[in-house]
């Protein structure tokens, strides 16, 4: 019975997990313009994996998405792709999970459920390593960038949604 109970309460944070993943993927706020040194703030330029906006200091914002896929930067393509397998890995991984259960009764025996179980644990892994590794690349882009004293574009910092992440990240690797 308790180790019923340890299978149900892993599978919820597994899918609150990949839950996160997926709703950190579309959102708006992953980098935002620094205003560091400014004493008025005319407009906030802030940009995700999809598109770059501009808000002024009226509230109205002014989006682009990318135009093409091959004039993005590689870091951008390449935390695209990361955060795309990380959630198609983690829809996997909660079906295998689902059906690894031994409340359920797809799956057939026990020792089949098992590997199941085994195999939905490893697609959890990579879908937490593939996160991992898409957010660390766009953070440290941002990092590099901030810091570097000879660029001279729109520097950016880190929103709330850096936090989400990480969250996200603990829980998708804790299981």
């Not at 309460?9 to 990949?18: L, N």
């Not at 198609?88 to 689902?98: D, K, Q, R």
């Not at 031994?102 to 990579?126: E, H, N, Q």
């Amino acid at each position: 019975m308790a180790s019923t109970a340890t299978e149900i309460i892993a599978f919820m944070v597994s899918v609150s997990g990949w839950v996160l993943v997926s709703s950190t993927l579309p959102t708006d706020y992953w980098r935002v313009s620094s205003i560091d040194g400014t004493v008025i703030t005319t407009a906030t330029y802030w940009a995700n994996l999809w598109k770059t906006c501009v808000t002024d200091s009226t509230g109205v914002s002014n989006c682009k998405d990318f135009p093409s896929m091959l004039a993005l930067d590689g870091y951008i393509q390449a935390c695209r792709g990361l955060m795309i397998a990380a959630v198609s890995l983690g829809f996997f991984g909660s079906v295998f999970a689902l059906f690894g259960m031994k409340c359920t009764k797809v799956g057939g025996s026990d020792k089949a459920k098992a590997k199941i179980a085994c195999l939905a644990g490893i697609i959890f892994i990579l879908s937490g390593l593939c996160s991992m590794t898409g957010c660390s690349l766009y953070a440290n882009k941002i990092t590099t960038e901030f810091f570097d004293p000879l660029y001279v574009e729109q520097k950016f910092s880190f929103n709330y949604i850096y936090e989400l992440k990480s969250c996200r990240l603990l829980i998708s690797l804790i299981n």
